[in-house]
């Protein structure tokens, strides 16, 4: 059977990948925080579902739930338009056999439907069919009822599908899709049109006639015939290569260039960040990392004077160059060659990179100080944590990156993507973070806790001061490991 | 120009270049042919300063090359794709590649409208990146930007590989055109023996790792290699 043979040589490559192999004690790591946040979201889910009108402190749970399913659909419907992509190349071997087409075109649009998303999905609806659609409704119309909204996000699926591989994937079409939704968000929320509550309402009438559930499967036959159709007609190499369009991304950073080597250098790594796909796709989510900052500064849970918001101070000035820096070197791995054999001095592409770090942080404290509208004391702790990253995280990470021997391997995505990334990289992340806590913890202590502040933002300068020396010692180390940094590099993977 | 003192590395036991003295005087083309695994990239790489050599010294221009950098501003290299930034286009390449090497803007773009014959129009303007480029106009780009600056020591690993028999033959006019003022030291790989003895004027064997053949150019240079390769 074709499919169960495309399927193993599927799991084989999983298995076989040297990326799962050498990070095998990261996998395992990984995979129990997976499992735990799984479970963790079944039982949230059993108990909402259990306790659905008291939770939302409603009369009538299923019309409310239905109101939140809109949304969840809705967001479900942005987040897939991101994430999801077909594995197109995975085909790329079996194309010249002599295998049907239809049946290639099958097993691709079966594999693009297994998803994580499908069973969070299942996890938010079966809890609430159990109990809240069974005791009212009975078992025909609740099984209709799962069968329909399951089918809804399948539908959603391949719809996707079909639009990311008709409109090319370029910065304009999420941008419009961005707008779109922002718009609907705004109608909705300026009560012009409450569509929402619209489509909530029809939901509830479907459970009266709950054949009218039938809607949603069809949608997604529909849906998956379309693609079918489509693929039939255009499965070719070029179908999936990657379009070039998105080649002029980034202008030739001129101005950079005119500002000497240390420019030309860091226009060089603006463009590996920007026309790489790994890389952009965390310099898209670096946002999200900015917005961090109301998990901790708006809630009371962080109470306000623990060592928590100096976390938050470093982690949200911190992070979006902590990803950069982090890897500094071995995102340059695939050219390390070239580096190491032009006339280029290590100093400048040490002070290049440290350069861009200290503007990323910069930036993101700037972006960050919003915050201050949570308290005056937060934009003290952003600024003394900042400092303490510009004098300290920066030099301090570029040193640990000068151990690193994997190259990060760019073309592919960057979610659910450890190829480079090793255990020692989360445990490094610890003492940074730990370091300006227990600072400010002692001086809190001793019932200081502002002198605290200033000791963090003090360390910086005092790091800051001692750059050149920094830079130094970081070249050293390089100059000094760099037969095993490029043998490393050398190897994919 | 080259001067390889004792030159030995191996890998987990099994020794892979065992070179006991080779010199390559200044001006000289020289070829260097041997079957996969005989240590042509290891030795070229060691000649870059890429590896580190279990013994021996390898110095250019009476530089020693470990620890100092000096050598690297009149030295040119194309061994493969890790010496291509595949995420530029290629104007962007050489301009970074020109820059470094000491060029001016005029100067670089003097060198590749210098080029552009051996580019055969297909490398610049293409408003595509290095890495949509095909393997072929990918190694046009690499050993162009190898002849940048005003090289004296040009280092190519199987140049030939992946061009077209038109590039080949531009190549072939390039390398002896800069060759003949005899200010360029030229180190070139290739398994195609007819190349390698028309452009060098002198051709080593390696096998094992060792110089198994030291041929100067004469007439029987290609007769005398194809005997030695014959199976």
Known sequence: MLLTKLIAHQWKQQRRSPIWQKNLAVNIIIGFFFLLLFLEAVAVSVLLALKWGEAFNTTDPIAHYHGVLVWYFLGLFVFRFFIQKLPAVEIRPYQHLPIQKKNLINYLLFRGSISFFNLLTLVFLLPFALFQILPVHGTVATTLWLLGFLSLDMAFNYIIIYLKK??????????????????????????????????????????????????????????????????????????????????????????????????????????????????????MMSPLFLLYGLIFYASDDYAKDSGWLIFAGVFITGSVAINYLQYAFAYEGAFNDYLQSSALKMGEIVRAKMALGTAVIVVSYLLTTPYVFFGTEILLINTACMLFNIGFLVPGLLFFATYNKKTMVLSKGSSFNYQGVGATHFLVMLPIFLFPIMLYMTFKWLGHPNGGLMAIGFIGLVALALRKWIIQMIVDNLKEKKYIIADGFRQRY | MIQINQLQKSYSGTTVLDIENLQVPKGESFGLVGNNGAGKTTLFRLLLDLLLADRGTVSIKGIAIAGDESWKHFTGAYLDQGFLIDFLRPEEFFTFTGEIKGMSSDEIQLFLSGMEDFFNGEVLGKKKLIRNFSMGNQQKIGIAAAFMGHPELIVLDEPFNSLDPSTQIRLKHLIKKKKESKEITFLISSHDLSHISEVCDRVVILEEGKVVHDLHAGSDTLASLESYFAV
């Not at chain 1, 619209?198 to 529909?222: E, G, M, W």
């Not at chain 1, 849906?223 to 255009?234: D, I, P, S, T, V």
């Not at chain 1, 420019?263 to 952009?280: F, H, V």
């Open chain 1, 166 to 283: 008709n409109l090319a994937t370029n910065f304009k079409m999420v941008a419009v899709t961005v707008a779109a939704v922002a718009l609907l968000a705004m109608v909705e929320y300026l009560k012009w049109f409450q569509f929402s509550s619209v489509i909530a309402q029809s939901f509830n009438t479907f459970l009266t006639a709950p054949f009218l559930f039938l809607f949603f499967p069809l949608l997604a036959v529909l849906a998956y015939r379309l693609n079918f159709a489509f693929f039939k007609k255009g499965m070719y190499l070029e179908a999936f290569q990657s379009n070039s369009k998105d080649d002029s991304l980034v202008g030739n950073l001129q101005y950079l260039n005119k500002i000497g080597r240390l420019g030309q250098l860091i226009s060089m790594d603006i463009k590996l960040q920007l026309r790489n796909k790994r890389t952009r796709s965390m310099v």
